[in-house]
């Protein structure tokens, strides 16, 4: 491999907010915060919202998660969508069975 163009892969504890556990496994991902882990050793933290724990294919039960107003960003971001001209089309094509 060359040297100097890979992340760090390295153990991150990831916290589930939802749900209020936390695991350690390997990563790459960069993180800001650090917590002291059971072990007593400091490692980088990151947050996630879902996880095994919280995630309704798992725990069998719904829950309905906006993260931070997706559809909100999306529509501020790029508009509402437009509505097509669907009845015009079912309209027309009605006309050309009656025939």
């Known amino acids: 491999m ?9 153990p991150v504890v990831f916290q589930d907010t939802s749900a209020g556990t936390s695991f350690i496994i390997r990563s790459t991902i960069a993180t800001s915060e650090t917590v002291t ?9 990151a ?9 309704p294919f798992f725990t069998g ?4 998660v ?5 559809v909100e ?6 508009g509402r969508r437009k509505k097509t001209d669907a009845p015009a ?3 027309a094509a009605a006309e050309g069975d009656e025939s």
Do not use: C
């Open 47 to 55: 947050k996630v919202e879902i996880s095994s724990e919280s995630h």
């Open 37 to 45: 882990w059971e072990d007593g050793n400091e490692y980088p933290l």
């Open 61 to 64: 039960q719904m829950k309905i």
């Open 66 to 70: 906006d993260t931070a107003g997706r």
């Open 2 to 10: 060359k040297s100097d163009i890979h992340p760090e892969y390295r």
């Open 89 to 91: 089309a079912d309209e």
């Open 73 to 78: 960003r999306f529509e501020k971001r790029y």
